[in-house]
């Protein structure tokens, strides 16, 4: 009795690890036919392409990227300096002006007031636009003092714009704290400040730091933007490469170095959005 | 028990109202030194409310306040002066999700007692060991059950040795078979003298615990008086409806 009773549900089970495994096999199977197909059509497409010649000579030449890459390189130091620095900076900025923009407080009604028209307004214009009337704006006014270097005017412009953008992050991050906690932290005795800062503002950035992530993601990208006011950062380089080699292969070699800061940074920001977002 | 002794709480005519709403339509009531007295009534009556006033958490429209004599609800009064001297433990536990067990406990005693790490922490554990939590000093809030969430709420609102405790339905978000351990740190609060003000659905408990019951019917106490009294022989027929409601779904 207790022998058919154990070995009877072994049997079902070897039946369905089998079925199981039979079933993956087939999976595998149609994701790779699948994949030979879709990739496949799309590289004989190109490749097959009447201008594919002429695209692989002026697009993917491996000598004129060995030749441009060394300057392009050290031309996206500079994107990432400047990187750097901005997003320091905006981290910064972006949680003051998050926490004024949540204070109820009257006194602070009128930096509430420009906190909301500061997110509004460089939120609110393209970045690229920021950039060009700071870098040709700033240094129009001729005041003494003001920065005329364009890669910190650049700086400037894009910590405006992203600012805004980061500080609505925080903001979001702060109001999705549940209003029990403020309410426990009052009860112990904390201050509104105390409250703040001990309790919403740690639960409010471990929340929104996938989305604060993403947002790093898109700076790194458009700190690019600056090459129009003149810094000689990577697409910069490349660009005047290009114009006097008639080759757009350094283009490629900038967008490559992009790719290699950008694709860790997402996968991080998958980590985080899987693991981290139930804490 | 003869109510005796000077009230640590005194409530005088207040009223209270979420825009058109009004949830308390002037409510009196003392409660005296080392005294609990329960606070009953239906879902919606003001109960939460009326605690979350006495903290200060909400601002009263009308009437007065007063803690050991001294008025509280007065704008010129800070809040946070006044919520430093009462202990306030919630139905969701409200616990720090972001901090260990003992650093929940903690947490007022540092920040707004100033009390030193080593004597804040020595005293929460010895708080946490007391509400049967040795041990769980260092677990999240997510990893205890939600009696032990309530029982570190508790800790952690009787850390900063309050004047009096508000306990607003401490076991109403708990399973039926972890109420009876959050009960027991309530009795042994009773037990050390502690003046309290308990919001309950918990009729047996309050029997039991409460000096005097007060029922509290859309926003205004109808009756209070000694448990035996209010809950057996309820003069109000308010009171004797809510009762005979509690009766038939099985909860007194």
């Not at chain 1, 390189?73 to 905006?90: R, S, T």
């Not at chain 1, 129009?140 to 609505?168: K, N």
């Not at chain 2, 708080?127 to 029982?151: H, I, K, T, Y």
């Not at chain 2, 050390?192 to 003000?197: E, F, I, K, L, R």
Request: net charge neutral; glycine share 8%; with cysteine.
């Amino acid at each position: 009795m207790t022998e058919t009773a154990t070995t009877a549900p072994g049997a079902r089970r070897l039946e369905r690890e089998a079925a199981k495994r039979r079933r993956a096999r087939r999976n595998a199977g149609i994701a790779a036919a699948s994949s030979v197909i879709v990739i496949g059509g799309l590289a004989a497409l190109i490749l097959t392409s009447p201008g594919w010649p002429t695209v692989r000579e002026t697009f993917f030449s491996w000598s004129e990227f060995r030749n441009a890459f060394p300057e392009v390189l050290n031309g996206f130091w500079l994107d990432i300096k400047v990187f750097m620095v901005v997003e320091a900076a905006v981290l910064v900025i972006a949680l003051v002006i998050a926490m004024i923009r949540v204070n109820r407080s009257p006194g602070l009604f009128p930096v509430r007031l420009l906190s909301t028209v500061w997110v509004d307004v460089f939120r609110g214009v393209p970045t690229v636009l920021l950039v060009y009337l700071v870098g040709f704006g700033v240094p129009a006014l001729e005041l003494e003092g003001l920065p005329t270097d364009p890669v910190v005017l650049g700086g400037i412009a894009l910590t405006l714009s992203y600012s805004g953008y980061v500080s609505e992050v925080y903001r979001a991050g702060i109001n999705s704290v549940h209003r029990g906690q403020t309410d426990a932290a009052l009860s112990v005795g904390l201050t509104q400040t105390q409250a703040m800062r001990h309790v919403v503002l740690p639960q409010a950035i471990r929340r929104v730091a996938p989305p604060l992530l993403n947002d790093f993601v898109a700076l790194q990208k458009d700190v690019a933007l600056i090459s129009i006011i003149g810094p000689q950062e990577a697409f910069r380089v490349a660009q005047i490469y290009q114009g006097e080699n008639f080759n757009y292969t350094p283009i490629i070699a900038a967008a490559m170095l992009y790719l290699v800061i950008t694709i860790p940074l997402a996968r991080i920001v998958d980590r985080m959005g899987g693991a981290g977002g139930v804490r | 028990m003869a109510r005796g002794g000077p009230p640590v709480i005194e409530v005088r005519g207040v009223t209270k109202a979420f825009g058109e709403r009004e949830v308390l339509h002037g409510v009196d009531f003392d409660v005296a030194e080392h005294e609990a007295v329960a606070l009953i009534g239906a879902s919606g009556s003001g109960k939460s409310t009326l605690l979350r006033c006495i903290d200060l958490l909400e601002e009263i429209d009308d009437g007065d306040i007063f803690l050991d004599g001294e008025v509280i609800t007065d704008p010129s009064v800070p809040p946070v002066a006044v919520r430093r001297k009462l202990g306030v433990v919630f139905q969701a536990y409200n616990l720090f999700p972001h901090m260990s067990v003992l650093q929940n406990v903690v947490l007022g005693q540092m920040r707004a007692q100033k009390v030193g790490r080593r004597e804040a922490e020595e005293e929460g554990r010895a708080l946490l060991a007391r509400f049967g939590l040795a041990g769980r000093e260092d677990d999240r809030p997510e990893e205890l059950s939600g009696g032990q969430q309530q029982r570190v709420a508790i800790a952690r609102a009787f850390a900063g040795k309050p004047r009096a405790l508000l306990l607003d339905e401490v076991t109403s978000a708990l399973d039926p078979e972890l109420v009876g351990e959050v009960l027991e740190a309530v009795r042994d609060l009773k037990a050390a003298g502690m003046t309290m003000v308990i919001a309950t659905h918990e009729m047996a408990f309050a029997r039991e615990v409460a000096d005097e019951v007060a029922f509290l019917h859309q926003g205004r106490i109808v009756e209070s008086g000694p448990p035996r009294q209010v809950l057996e022989e309820p003069h109000a027929e308010e009171t004797r409806r809510f009762l005979a409601r509690l009766l038939e779904a099985g909860r007194a």
